[in-house]
């Protein structure tokens, strides 16, 4: 289903996502994407949702509706740092001025620094219940699993091809740093079946978000994930020599057994 068809669905079912990961090339057009998300989430209608005719939808139309903040990246910064990020979390506790939510929106949330991603992860695990957070990116890598896993994600533009990819490496991450097999196992089943672009392209994911928790992690976990990245770079060696998809994904399966029982 096409994004605006899905998010106007969640709406009639009542089942809108608190926090929502847009994903794409195309800067403006995620933008589009959020700005239509965000009227869907502040409309105040019962029935067809953005209205375009409540107080709401009016004032996201022009601009000026005082529950819509957003997080901009500082001009002279290349990365949103951790005190723009605990400026927002303490703004989330801040009840909403008129509608009966209050919408974070991030433009360039994939310039959100390790330390700013975990600083937001709190309220994006448990947010006030008028909370609601869209985080817009180019690199689906860039975001840390354990942010990843608690938004639900869009996939806009030529992004939505490698959706797959991209949920079944954070996935198969955080599988392996909890030793959980089973969830291993119902990750890496449909990959098997990938062809070798696809699975290559997997494999960078795993070995990014494999990357990121081993520079945000600490103790244990911190151990699993450079363990996990070491073994991307085996991985990408048994490609070479067109080892199939399937066995390289059995044997980091044997690997993370391995580690579970360590």
């Known amino acids: 289903m096409e994004p605006y068809a899905y998010v106007r669905e969640l709406a009639r079912q009542d089942k809108l996502s608190h926090a929502w990961l847009l994903l794409g090339e195309n800067g403006e057009e995620l933008e589009k994407l959020a700005r239509f998300t965000a009227e869907v989430l502040l409309c105040a209608s019962t029935g067809e949702k953005p209205c375009g005719v409540c107080s709401h939808c009016r004032k996201m139309e022009k601009g000026i ?22 400026e927002l979390r303490q703004e989330v506790w801040i009840t909403p001025n008129e509608a009966a939510r209050k ?33 817009l990116g180019r690199n689906p890598g860039s975001f840390l699993p354990t942010v990843r896993s608690r938004c639900l994600t869009l996939y806009l533009g030529a992004e939505a091809k490698a959706s797959l990819e991209s949920d079944s490496a954070s996935k198969l991450a955080e599988a392996f740093l909890k030793g959980d097999a089973l969830a291993w196992l119902e990750a890496a089943f449909p990959c098997e079946k990938l062809d070798r672009e696809k699975f290559d392209r997997l494999v960078e994911e795993l070995s990014a978000a494999a990357a990121l928790r081993a520079k945000a992690g600490e103790g244990e976990i911190r151990r699993r994930a450079l363990k996990l990245s070491a073994l991307t770079f085996r991985v990408k060696e048994m490609r070479r020599v067109n080892v199939s998809a399937g066995h390289c994904l059995g044997w980091l399966c044997a690997m993370m057994n391995e580690e579970a029982g360590a």
Do not use: C, G, M, W
């Open 103 to 135: 919408v974070f929106l991030i433009p360039e949330a994939d310039a959100l620094n390790t330390e700013a991603q975990n600083a937001l992860l709190k309220v994006l695990e448990e947010p006030p219940p008028y909370a609601a957070f869209l985080l």
């Open 65 to 86: 509706h005082p529950d819509l903040i957003t997080l901009l990246r500082s001009p002279d910064r290349r990365e949103i740092i951790v005190k723009q990020a605990r």
